[in-house]
């Protein structure tokens, strides 16, 4: 079943949609909702671990039966810059982004927006972020409603650990 892209309803709205599947489906399906906001290919919840970096819940528009991506470098992923600004990072064409003139991905992931999954004491537990192939526009992402995600993932409990082991 592909997964279409839906009518963007207000943040509270959306907040709310997004909890009662968080609550009622588990967190794939939840995400898999926020994904259908957007017209980006995946969303994930990324996390780190000693120097490397994979989605820790992953849900691909294309190919929802893909639960994992590849374990890589963490510097190989847009992730690290949420990850070390404790902020968002955007970008809606990497091939034309000065800032990533010299990244390792830029060629691979060409549209990411990424916002981190804080604790209360500000400690990464990792980072939410859509993400795809071809360049997007960012703009499209709520940002707000990203980041009361982000703080209702922490809340709930619901970031994975790394996993075991990456496919």
């Known amino acids: 079943m592909q997964l279409e892209m839906s009518p963007i309803p207000d943040t509270n709205t959306a ?3 997004f909890s009662h599947a968080l609550r ?11 994904l259908g906001l ?3 290919r995946y969303i994930a919840i990324f996390k780190f671990r000693n120097g490397k970096s994979t989605a820790a819940a992953f849900y691909d528009r294309d190919n929802p039966e893909d639960l994992q991506t590849d374990e890589v470098p ?3 992923t847009y992730c690290c810059f949420v990850r070390d600004e404790k902020g968002i ?9 000065p800032r990533l003139t010299h990244h390792v991905s830029r060629e ?12 209360p004491e500000g400690e990464i ?16 992402i709520n940002i707000e409603l990203m980041l009361q995600v982000a703080s209702a993932l922490d809340q709930t409990h619901s970031v994975p650990d790394y996993p075991d082991k990456a496919v």
Request: negative net charge; hydrophobic residues 35%; aromatic residues 10%.
């Open 125 to 140: 537990l990792g980072t939410l972020c859509h993400y795809d192939t071809v360049p997007r526009d960012p703009d499209q």
């Open 38 to 40: 957007t017209d980006y």
């Open 15 to 17: 907040f709310a949609r």
């Open 24 to 34: 009622e489906d588990g967190l794939r399906p939840a995400l898999a909702y926020l």
């Open 108 to 119: 691979a992931v060409q549209a990411y927006c990424g916002v981190p999954v804080l604790t």
């Open 74 to 76: 963490e510097s190989a």
């Open 89 to 97: 990072f955007t970008t809606a064409d990497a091939m034309h982004d």
